[in-house]
């Protein structure tokens, strides 16, 4: 069964070529018995109830994502859910139920999109790999491989042709790394351009919700939805937009493989020769991970305690999880997360993109194949910890200082664009030039 993007099936629903019910219908049947473990809840009941009230509704000609199905990831508000946000059924057993959805959620579905479930994430959404309680999420793309931390059930579902659009977040690259590992788009906006409201601290504000998409064109619909600003849809030419291509390590311990300096290059090469200025520029990454991995273990602190705050068994937590958590204790005592870090760094990458007259940045995605799909829920701290910070150390970085990045498949690797503050059109733009 063809999947429609999601462009195209807002288009014929609202034309009357095609019922949100039936392209509903069509959705369940692609998932059938879900291979991929992307999704931890499907509703199919409920969608089809949601699909045919959007049929019926008068206004149905007007909605951007009129009847196309979507899935949300499992660590935002949908009315009548419980949000797991990773951890086992019994740990989350005293979880409320959702009385209201998220103010995301609510946008896509006043633009007349049909939530057809939930995605699975790791535990509090902390690692670069997805696997819960239960299953661990496949890769279509690259079988046998992780489909990517924390948003990887929802890019297992976009690669394996259940939907066309999924919600997701990002917090240290959690849309970027696995829409790279499993060869779609996905886009990260700048920081307040979409609702976060992503725990008690938005992970001391790093984290920001997106789409996740087969197309370009299906990222910047989906975007101008989330972020309540339809001139986003319209993906523009991006006419004279200056390019910098940053292959340099972020690490002195990141090696990037050929095959992905090979694509993010030839990607580059393919913007030269559509008429933009690209050069060769040395991105200036922080010296220390510490303003980074600092907010890392804290958030994970942060959120453990608000999840069991809320009703969340501390006892059923898995290990790696506490350890994680506790490491964040240490470092909010001792004050190691200082907005001032994030500040300088903003500043210093301001000079940057202004010295060398820049204004939208190529890099990596990824530094390496992903991980291998494992049950890492049931390992050591170590065994998450080390492949999150090995395989995916390029995106951390934006948000930090909160610029909008997105990732886009080039050679069948994941090619990283960066802009300043505001520049989510130029992005788009980019990327729709790269994307084949």
């Given amino acids: 069964m063809t999947l429609l993007t999601a462009a195209a099936t807002a288009d014929r629903v609202r034309s009357g070529r095609l019922t949100a019910v039936d392209a509903t219908r069509q ?72 009385q209201n959805d998220h103010p995301v959620v609510k946008r896509l579905r006043a633009a007349g999109a049909v939530v057809v479930g939930l995605t699975r994430v790791p535990e509090l959404c902390l690692w670069a790999m997805t696997d819960d309680a239960r299953e661990v999420v496949g890769n279509p793309h690259r079988p046998g491989r992780t489909a990517g931390g924390s948003s990887g059930g929802s890019a297992a579902v976009v690669a394996a042709g259940h939907v066309s659009l999924a919600h997701g977040n990002d917090g240290l690259g959690s849309l970027r790394g696995p829409a790279a590992c499993t060869g779609i788009v996905a886009i990260k906006p700048g920081r307040g351009v979409v609702p976060a409201q992503l725990g008690p601290t938005n992970w001391f504000g790093m984290s920001e919700n997106g789409p996740m998409t087969r197309t370009v064109e299906d990222a910047a619909l989906g975007l101008s939805v989330l972020a309540g600003r339809p001139e986003l849809a319209v993906v523009g030419d991006g006419a004279g937009l200056r390019v910098g291509l940053g292959l340099n390590r972020p690490t002195p311990v990141t090696f990037t493989s050929r095959s992905i300096v090979r694509a993010v290059r030839s990607a580059a090469e ?10 060769d520029v040395k991105v200036p990454y922080p010296a220390s991970p510490l303003p980074l991995l600092a907010r890392w273990v804290a958030a994970a602190a942060s959120d453990a305690d608000d999840i069991v705050a809320r009703g969340a068994n501390p006892f059923l937590l898995q290990a790696r999880t506490r350890r994680h958590a506790a490491l964040g204790r240490i470092a909010e005592r001792r004050g190691l997360v200082r907005p001032a870090d994030a500040a300088r760094l903003e500043s210093a990458l301001e000079r940057f993109f202004a010295a060398e007259g820049v204004d939208v940045l190529v890099t990596p995605a990824l530094a390496r194949r992903p991980a291998p799909a494992r049950p890492y829920a049931e390992l050591p701290w170590a065994a998450s910890a080390i492949p999150s910070l090995a395989y995916a150390p390029y995106p951390s970085l934006w948000n930090l200082v909160g610029w909008p990045a997105m990732t886009v498949p080039f050679l069948g690797e994941g090619v990283q664009l960066i802009a300043r503050p505001g520049g989510e059109a130029d992005l788009l733009a980019l990327a729709a030039k790269i994307e084949v």
């Fill in 27 to 98: 959705a369940l049947a692609r998932i059938g018995d879900d291979a991929v473990h992307g999704w931890r809840v499907v509703r199919p009941e409920e969608a089809l109830a949601e699909a045919a009230a959007i049929d019926a509704r008068p206004d149905r000609y007007s909605l951007p994502l009129a009847g196309v199905p979507i899935a949300i990831k499992d660590n935002v508000a949908v009315s009548g859910y419980r949000v797991l946000d990773g951890v086992s059924e019994a740990c989350g057993a005293g979880l409320p139920i959702e």
């Fill in 270 to 279: 393919r913007l030269a020769e559509s008429g933009h200025t690209v050069r």
